[in-house]
């Protein structure tokens, strides 16, 4: 029954990952074909690492759902070495998306410039293979797996503990301690801006520029803020419960962490394209077209779009990258 229920959540949980990734991924898509801008294709890279988060998950929703099911070791290892990957790359565009943020503020007249489609191409092939190898690094070294005693594949089945220590001392913590200097010299340069304006505003010189210029800045910085406290929210407790679970097999029960926790991080991929298309005004008005098309699509095949001529054809204004953050 418990078994039945967990395949459920994760059922649920996988489709709408899919789902929502799917959607800000087109919605991206139509974007970039109107924009120069070569930075948002690190948030499309987001969408799709999140939706792959998906699909690797629908594979553990088969193993509930078929009991009795035991397969192989090196079936679970592969499988799930396939989840822990997709989850890491989740991770990395996370990072890749607020150094591209830090760096349109830090240097907006060279960021077209320094952000170029070669670049951004490198940044993104390094950034898979580094999760291909946060994720199948058990399977390189064979003494992070653990011995199978006849259980359904599982973080903790296959995984010996001390790779979660590996990934945590590797992974994890580098990126949070990452995201925060990010956000503290985004505060800092947003700081400075403030200081200008002032001083700008006291001459009597003050124009309109240096108010956008620091009301973008403030924007960017707030979308890095809930990037941090959703990412933090969602992996520190599994992270920590696996620690503890390293240091002290008996203090916690494994299921607790995989059935639980283990969610709980899941959900940052869920996330993830909700804010983005809740925050970023650019992303909900193609998500909004694409709604529209979809609508006006299926009317016409119905026979009814002769009744709504040209309804939900307008098209949208050409957005400027610099304003991936609104």
């Known amino acids: 029954m418990a078994s ?3 395949g459920a959540i994760l059922a649920v949980l996988a489709s709408l990952i899919i789902t929502a990734n799917v959607l800000v991924a087109i919605a991206l898509l139509r974007l970039i074909q109107k924009s120069s801008s070569k930075g948002l294709y690190f948030v499309l890279n987001l969408a799709v690492a999140d939706a792959m988060v998906g699909f690797t998950v629908m594979g553990l929703v088969m193993d509930e759902f078929s009991q009795p099911f035991y397969p192989p070791q090196i079936f679970c290892v592969l499988r799930m070495a396939f989840v822990t990957s997709s989850s890491a790359a989740s991770i990395l565009s996370l990072i890749m998306v607020a150094c591209d943020r830090h760096l349109a503020i830090r240097k907006p007249f060279h960021y077209f410039q320094l952000v170029t489609g ?10 898979w293979l580094v999760a291909a190898i946060i994720g199948f ?5 064979p003494s992070f797996q653990k011995i199978s005693t ?26 949070l301690f ?11 340069i947003a700081s400075v801006h403030v200081q200008h304006i002032q001083k700008v505003e006291h001459a009597g010189l003050a124009g309109g520029c240096p108010t956008s210029r620091t009301t973008s800045d ?3 910085m707030r979308t890095v803020a809930v990037l941090i406290g959703c990412f933090t929210l969602s992996w520190l407790p599994f992270f920590i419960a696996s620690i503890v679970q390293t240091v002290c097999l008996e203090c916690l029960p494994y299921r607790v962490i995989e059935n639980y926790l283990w969610l709980l ?4 991929s869920l996330l993830n394209p909700l804010l983005y ?17 979809v609508k006006r699509r299926v009317l016409l095949h119905l026979g009814d779009g002769r009744r709504f001529p040209g309804r939900g054809t307008k098209p949208l204004p050409t957005v400027s990258c610099l304003r991936l953050q609104d």
């Not at 298309?277 to 098309?293: F, N, P, T």
């Open 4 to 6: 039945s229920a967990l």
């Open 118 to 127: 070669l670049r951004v191409g490198v940044r993104l092939v390094g950034l």
């Open 137 to 141: 690094l058990p399977v390189l070294s």
């Open 150 to 175: 006849h259980e359904k594949c599982s973080f903790f089945g296959v995984f010996h503990p001390a790779y979660m220590l590996t990934v945590f001392c590797v992974g994890f913590f580098p990126a």
């Open 178 to 188: 990452l995201f925060i200097y990010l956000y503290c010299d985004m505060l800092k």
């Open 218 to 220: 403030m924007k960017a």
């Open 265 to 268: 991080g899941l959900c940052n």
């Open 277 to 293: 298309s809740y925050w970023q005004k650019d992303v909900r008005l193609q998500l909004s077209q694409l709604a529209a098309d």
